[in-house]
């Protein structure tokens, strides 16, 4: 295939006036990165995003273990969007790839079997009194940071760039299944084609390389994560991924799902406490970052600020690639600067050239 | 022949998902779940498309029906347009309905994430918030987890502004209003439904092993057992 059969899979994206819907997973374990999103596209590009608090879940990790039915996610997925209709916004932001996929799944269902939005709608009424239009442009957060690509690039403060060798610094990158695979079309790139990311590495300095296990699921599995009898179909899946991986050197991973970094980044402890390897280069792991805490650094965020303290793989190494300044004293620190104590050194958090001691194994 | 066949198509994922098999095994040659597990969505998908009852209901109290990720891997690759995890979808929610998937090791699990998942939807408005994932039961995440996990309240304050409070942000308070409109949601929409049958036939079925019903000694089995018989020899 050609290189840019990407370009087939386009899609509007608004380029303002954004309504925002946040992830459940990510305000668990990387919640800088949300607020890196609202910053950069708020702030520093001067775009207008409005979040109500009253937004919930949008079930998804029910309605993907199978507790929650159909009917029910499209009734919270309608409340949702009476929410944005409420606002007076027609342009839905969604910081989940798996809300992202559910929202577009109900809306093609409807599509489809009319008679479905009916009962949906007389549910929302039934049980809230509300109604609602639907969105005119739903777009992933990731796809909003692709659109303003160009815009980061101008406004750039560290390159992709290893400062040392001025080489690109080798990223792999990893879309996250219901990006693109429910509905390619609603993808950049779509499912075959992943383009999402590599189209902001390549902006900001980057190579991005391709590697076999590129689309393969990162591990999530819903029920198989969730229950601990079967977090055996996670770490496997991961495993997979980061085997396929590590022979192409990465400098590092970028990420577009909220559960994804947290799998590349934590499988990468546990199977080193459980095998002894380790797949980035010196002994350490390959740091897995989301797209916002990329555009942070590369927009000059301070690294504590974006929430990197909150990976359990070390991104030291990749800071210092790219000549980003920062201070390791400041890392684990609490509110107003009080020093709360550090985690347990492992073999993929500990700081490569410093103290290369590789323990726990 | 074909009573549940006819049901499953009532389900709109169904009629999505599901026109005719080849049995060519793409879909079993990407899935990450059979790759690791004893386990073939081709056959899943044959065995619903022959309308065979009797075989449909062996599939429905199989572990087999819960071996799938729900990746959705499947569904751009199939070159009939099928989606397997549909088809898994729709027979999942019969399973639940009839107390099927009470009869597998794999199916009984569905306890426990209506019980932590279903819970906290209902009770917090979100799928998971940080003192769900404890230490204890995810050692797997590592000590920066763990130092997350016990300095809470210092850590995600610098991220959101209200941090188990009123007003935007991450792990904000949702407001009681919200919640009883979700509940209501779930009352209304057969949500409510699912989770007491879920709950009802876990309850029978506890009794039938010996338990003295779904208490926590159930859950604590349901969660941790592994019989070893799921993997590919
Ligand atoms: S890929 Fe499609 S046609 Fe081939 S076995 Fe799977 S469902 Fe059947
Ligand atoms: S959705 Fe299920 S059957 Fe399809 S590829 Fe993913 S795990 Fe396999």
Redo the contacts with the bound molecule.
């Keep these: 295939m050609k290189r840019t059969s990407w370009q087939e899979y386009q899609k509007k994206v608004a380029d303002d006036d954004y309504y925002y819907v946040r992830s459940c997973i990510r305000q668990n374990f990387f919640p800088g990165s949300e607020k890196a999103f609202l910053n950069i596209i708020g702030g520093d590009l001067g775009r207008s995003i409005y979040e109500n608090p009253e937004h919930t879940t949008c079930t998804g990790i029910g309605y993907h273990s199978d507790i929650v039915p159909m009917e029910t996610t499209m009734t919270v997925v309608a409340r949702q969007f009476a929410l944005l209709t409420e606002s007076g916004r027609e342009n839905l932001a969604v910081s989940c790839i798996t809300s992202f996929g559910l929202y577009t799944e109900m809306l093609e269902t409807w599509h489809e079997f009319p008679e479905t939005e009916e009962r949906t709608r007389r549910y929302l009424k039934e049980a809230t009194g509300r109604e609602f239009r639907k969105p005119k442009n739903v777009a992933h957060t990731s796809d909003i940071m692709f659109h303003h690509r160009e815009e980061i690039a101008r406004k750039v403060r560290h390159r992709l760039v290893n400062v040392k060798t001025g080489e690109p610094l080798r990223v792999v990158d990893h879309i996250g299944c219901h990006y693109a695979k429910l509905f390619p079309k609603v993808g950049i790139g779509g499912a075959e084609f992943p383009h999402v990311l590599a189209g902001m590495v390549e902006a900001w300095g980057g190579e991005v390389i391709d590697y076999p296990e590129r689309r393969h699921c990162c591990g999530f599995g819903f029920r198989n994560y969730l229950v601990k009898a079967n977090r055996g179909f996670s770490i496997a899946n991961t495993h997979k991924k980061l085997e396929s991986m590590a022979p192409f050197k990465p400098d590092f991973i970028i990420t577009n799902c909220p559960g994804c970094p947290m799998f590349l980044d934590r499988w990468q402890y546990t199977i080193a406490e459980m095998e002894g390897t380790t797949y980035g280069q010196d002994g350490v792991g390959i740091p897995a970052l989301t797209y916002e805490e990329v555009a942070g650094l590369v927009m000059g965020y301070d690294p504590w600020a974006l929430g990197l303290q909150m990976h359990q793989v070390n991104v030291e190494p990749l800071l210092d690639k790219m000549g980003v300044k920062y201070d390791p004293a400041a890392k684990y620190l609490g509110l107003n600067g009080k020093y709360i104590g550090k985690p347990a050194d492992t073999a993929v958090n500990i700081n490569c050239g410093t103290q290369q001691v590789i323990r726990n194994l | 022949m074909g009573k549940y066949f006819d049901r499953l198509m009532e389900d709109v994922r169904m009629r999505e998902g599901l026109h005719s098999?080849?049995?060519?095994?793409?879909?079993?040659g990407l899935c990450p779940a059979a790759e690791f597990y004893d386990y073939d969505?081709?056959q899943v998908?044959n065995t619903v498309q022959m309308r065979d009852d009797e075989e449909i209901e062996k599939l429905l109290k199989s572990d087999a029906l819960w071996y799938c990720g729900e990746c959705m891997s499947?569904r751009p690759?199939?070159?009939?347009g099928?989606t397997?995890g549909y088809v898994i979808q729709a027979l999942r929610k019969i399973s639940q309905e009839d107390g099927f998937f009470a009869e597998s090791e794999k199916g009984r699990q569905q306890l426990v994430i209506k019980r932590v998942i279903g819970g906290s939807i209902l009770s917090e408005g979100y799928c998971l918030y940080p003192k769900l994932v404890s230490p204890e039961l995810h050692p797997e995440q590592g000590p920066v987890w763990a130092w997350i996990h016990e300095n809470d309240t210092q850590i995600y304050p610098q991220f959101s502004p209200n941090y188990r409070k009123a007003g935007p942000g991450p792990f904000r308070k949702i407001s009681e209003a919200t919640m009883d409109e979700i509940r209501r949601i779930f009352e209304v929409s057969g949500g409510a439904k699912m989770f007491a049958a879920i709950e009802e036939h876990s309850e029978q079925k506890a009794r039938e092993m010996g338990f003295a019903g779904a208490n926590d000694s159930y859950i604590e089995m349901i969660y941790t057992h592994d019989s070893g018989t799921h993997t590919q020899r």
Excluded: Y
Excluded at chain 2, 21 to 28: A, E, K
Excluded at chain 2, 77 to 80: E, T
């Design positions: 098999c080849m049995n060519c095994g793409v879909c079993t969505p081709r998908v499947c690759r199939c070159p009939r099928n397997p």
